[in-house]
Nanobody, 114 residues
Framework: QVQLVESGGGLVQAGGSLRLSCAAS????????LGWYRQAPGKQRELVAG???????NYADSVKGRFTISRDNAKNTVYLQMNSLKPEDTAVYYC????????WGQGTQVTVSS
């Protein structure tokens, strides 16, 4: 079992940057998959970025080159660095971990103004 707590969301102007953090309640070293998802109003939740325990990462096409997912195993934290933000990035961002099952954080709001 693992609890996830996101932080770092907020209001930013287009072109700006934010770094989201997801603190886990236990070691993330062996967690198979850690990901960031987002859900905008009226839309389905979508995968933004994922990181495997083997070190591979994947990104949605819409964020490639702008967002970076990273893990800090010493701090049991996964980050999402978001640069060159666009209004269409506005959404609630969720952290997700896959171990014996899927675990989700409570979400953090990101709002990008034009």
């Amino acid at each position: 079992q693992v609890q996830l707590v996101e932080s770092g969301g907020g209001l930013v102007q287009a072109g700006g940057s934010l770094r989201l953090s997801c603190a886990a309640s236990r070691s993330i070293f062996s967690i198979n998959f850690l990901g960031w998802y987002r859900q905008a109003p009226g839309k389905q939740r979508e995968l933004v970025a994922g990181s495997t325990s083997g070190g591979s990462t994947n990104y949605a096409d819409s964020v490639k080159g702008r967002f970076t997912i990273s893990r800090d195993n010493a701090k049991n934290t996964v980050y999402l660095q978001m640069n060159s933000l666009k209004p269409e990035d506005t959404a609630v961002y969720y952290c997700m971990a896959v171990t014996d099952r899927d675990y989700w954080g409570q979400g953090t709001q990101v709002t990008v103004s034009s």
